[in-house]
């Protein structure tokens, strides 16, 4: 089959974005894998899937498959990409839109001036719900926060573990140029700890209301942007009492901004969408 599909990225996060409303798409993992490839495939960190929704409470249905071809819950990077693409490929005339998604419903919007803002809902501390198990931890309590001295290689290395529709480790480096990410992501991202996996956060300290961030995303490596990862980095920073709410995100990508007024509000992302081409694959 011939399959359309527009190459999308989100502070260079980039994105394969396709229509299921108009094709039809039943792939394997393997084949989501062939797509992502950057060297056999079109290339991208995650595969994001326009569908058609099974409600009347929500205007879309949002899937999302990693590179290693494994379907997840959330992206928020890709959210941003998701309400331009469905207003450009004229799927619909909101400005604002609710989409389902493995992790809920979230409700991106396209502001004036072309950056859109995403409700990505209230984070998730509780361990079980990340899903996080402990094990024989012992977390010690930091302001609002709880920080687990989690083992990685031949060291500790203390975390905030938290939801944000996907489950976060985010730590706090002296330098994001320097952090380990490529060395100790991998490991983290694979801990007994996560059931699930995880995706893990490098967060270094600018001044209150700047940070800077990689992460190394699980299923897809480091990234040049993580929109939930920026998300979790946030929420961990105003919870150990370091960040105040606006904060703004450095990633190798470009800037992110979030806003978060604690406790179970709604986490705010805001950020860029941008179209690079459009073409057809034969699978």
Known sequence: MKLKFTK????????????AINQNINFTPEQWRQLADRRFGIGADQILVVEKPASDAVDFRYRIFNADGGEVEQCGNGARAFVKFVIDQGLTSLRQIRVQTMAGVIAPRLEEDGRIT?????????PALVPFDPKALVASQDHQALLWPLAVH????????LSMGNPHAVQIVADADTAPVAQDGPAIEHHPCFPRRVNAGFMQIVDRHHIRLRVYERG????LACGTGACAAVVAGIN?????SPVS???RGGELSIAWAGGTSSVMLTGPAVNV???????
């Open 220 to 223: 897809a490596g480091e990234t």
């Open 240 to 244: 150990l009492g370091l960040l105040d």
């Open 249 to 251: 995100v450095a990633t």
């Open 118 to 126: 995403v409700d990505m809902g209230a984070p998730v501390m509780e």
């Open 154 to 161: 031949d060291k500790t290395v203390p975390v905030v573990v």
């Open 8 to 19: 999308m990225h989100g502070a260079g996060n980039d994105f394969i974005v396709i229509d």
């Open 277 to 283: 081409f459009e073409g057809s694959i034969d699978i």
